[in-house]
């Protein structure tokens, strides 16, 4: 697999039936590796090692209902009370981060509020910050830290 913009990060391995699977800390199971799964794990990682986020508090690749239109998220982190901190769209490595990428988290986040928003393709991130009060997003160099 191609070498994304993230720290190096140990992960799972297993061959079988001729398909490569990468283990996934937070699903608890091996997942067939495509090019967007290899930058949903390398976010993970992130996540957990070198942000600090506490595995119980990420969710991966779950669906939520927009408009009566079943939909899946790659990577949202909750906050202790339950309400979403951060969602993460992550895209494969040959996906530029555009405009429909934006308006594709953005319309996630009509239904899930959330604080910060991360859009990857592993070699491109860009994070920001909800400013609901004036309606728009504040680019920011990262996501915070878990506190």
Known sequence: ????NFPKFSFRFKNSENKISIFDVIRKKFVVLQPEEWVRQHCVHYLINEKNYPISLINVEKELKINNLSKRYDIVVFNTDGSILII???KAPNIPINQVTFDQIAKYNLTLNATYLMVTNGLNHYYC???????????????????
Not at 1 to 4: G, V
Not at 130 to 143: G, P
């Open 88 to 90: 993460i769209e992550c």
């Open 129 to 147: 910050q909800m400013d609901y009060q004036n309606e728009r997003y504040n680019f920011l160099r990262d996501i915070p830290d878990y506190r």
């Open 1 to 4: 697999m191609q070498q994304l």
